[in-house]
């Protein structure tokens, strides 16, 4: 159970590592981080 | 005593398919800045074709009963499981070295697709690689968890990889924020099931729940986990993210997402269903076909119509590959062995399709910096061969004989008889139509000019208006996206054009095409009978489990094998069909492009707006759209196992 817990740790701070960096960056070029203000795929 | 000692030989290849691209991808990581550049596309090129290489193997050597790898010789001692397996059968072999195929032709592309930081790329296109096989393969809960987000994570990775412009880091934030949500939901399920039977093996969860009735923590269970794959899989109502992301992905990550990234989702909920909940008391079978029917018809038919009503390129292929995923878990969701071969058959011949249609987008961006087929009107001239690549991709998809799919197609639709359900061949046919027909739509504009030409006038109301200008904006991103990277390369070709379309742009849809052909035409000989017989070891969940736990002494005498019967491919019905539908796909396109019918036109997309609505490309909507589909398909789980 330990190895399971400490396995979905790393894997849960790959993951936020990454949607993080992402934020970052759309701060960075949208100045906004609001989700509803990204248009940019709207269909 | 042989028998043995092929076995030992072999099983080697079992993690060897796994580490292989994992080491390749840390030298690429690690190294690339001291390799030269040609180096580095050889090495990512060879790792690529080395995976593919040992997964045929491994197909090859697995196709009488699984091969079964305890990771450090941990097995199971009386039943018990106390160790993590690998268990690779041929369809999940199979599903890993088309993976592997694909890899290989997206890297190829690459060689003159990408110009900067191409040792990062390709560490990721090997990692994505590595955690497919590793998912394709593992006979373990936790472990298909891990490999689900670490597929995940490298793809949300290699959407963003432009993430200097807005589509493209919308796209991925789309993806990740939606796509790590169904890995919460699929570890929860995890849980849960651990919670109730105290293991993490398939097989040894499916002993344990074997005969059981289904209580309240199963059904949730079983939503968390399907729900979650579903998601992955772009199943209606979880494919909002799916869009975004392939339409704003580099061409070469889009190879791979809409080849295997979707279809992956699709493996592991049959798999977990066959392994793990099919057992459950109660018969829950025809109930479940149902439930997976129906968001099978949904899938492809909202796909399809998508599909027509997109301008962009790349989100057309995008809803095209959606819908012919309804398509699959149509065949799938049959749950029958013959149900399941066609579909495998028709996700090997379809995604080549895909992978060639993605590739000739790709050259068309590349050369004309547009992917509008608006813009694009009239400009395909001196892009023959990406013209011929496109509308024969197109007629593929609409399982064009003698191609593989075709196969597959025939397949399915047996499979649909047998099953007392031939009006499901209706959905399949008029989905494979539309969305062929939108391809060729496309290709009529571009290369033939034919059509109005809809430029210059923002205001008439056509079917296209209300999302032009943001289409614009992304595609125009997109483009130069792509050559911003080649900004150091060619300076002086800066509009982007190179003065010729390079070999390794237009060889890869051409190899692709050859694969697909060469398999229809009969380069593994009884192709669908092979596919027939993997189908149903798959399903056996007495089979997998007694190789598993190693209950039986020698290899597990194969029940299911028998209770196929091979299907008539071949047959001049099914021949006719599939002509027919590439005769009707042609008349889609011909009356979405014929002048006269603007009328009937602007009355589809009228109808069809709310649809268009829906997707909104906000992801709090997405999320929305996520938890009520997971909410439904709780009901639904409820319904058909109670």
Known sequence: ?43 | MTHVDLSVSTSAIVPASIAVPLAGAALMAGFSWLLPRWARDLIAIAVALATTTLTLILMASSAGHPMIYWFSGWRPSGGMVIGIDYAAGPLGAGMASLAGVLASAALVYCWRYFDSARGRHHALLLIFLAASVDFCLTGDLFNLFVAFELVAVTAFALTGYNAGHPAPLQGAINFAVTNSLAGMSVLMGVGFLYARTGSLNLAQIGQALTGRHADGLIVVAFALLTGGFLVKAAVVPFHFWLPDAYGSAPIPVCVLFAGVMSELGLFAVIRVWDTVFSGLAGGSGPRMQAVLLGFGILTAVVGAVMALAQIHLKRMLAFVTMSHLGIYLIGVGLLTPLGLAGASLLVIGDALAKSALFLGVGVVQHQRASVSEIKLRGRGCGLAVTGVTIVLGALVLADLPPFVSSVGHALLVDAADRADLPWTEIVIALSVILSSGAVLRAAGRIWLGWGADERPRPDTGTEDDPGEEAEDRSDTADAEGTFGANKGQDGPERSGRLRRVPLTMLLPPLALFAIALGLGLGLISGIEDHAAAAAAAFSDRAAYAATVLGTHGGPVPRGGRVAVPAAQAASAGGVLTDLGQVLAALCVAGIALDRRAGRLRRALAAGTRWLRRLHSGLVGDQVTWLAAGLALLAALGQAALH
Do not use: I, N
């Open chain 1, 1 to 43: 159970m330990q190895a399971l817990a400490l396995t979905d740790v790393v894997v849960g701070a790959a993951v936020t590592a990454l949607l993080l960096a992402l934020a970052v960056q759309v701060h960075k070029r949208a100045g906004t981080l609001d989700p509803d203000a990204l248009r940019a795929t709207r269909e």
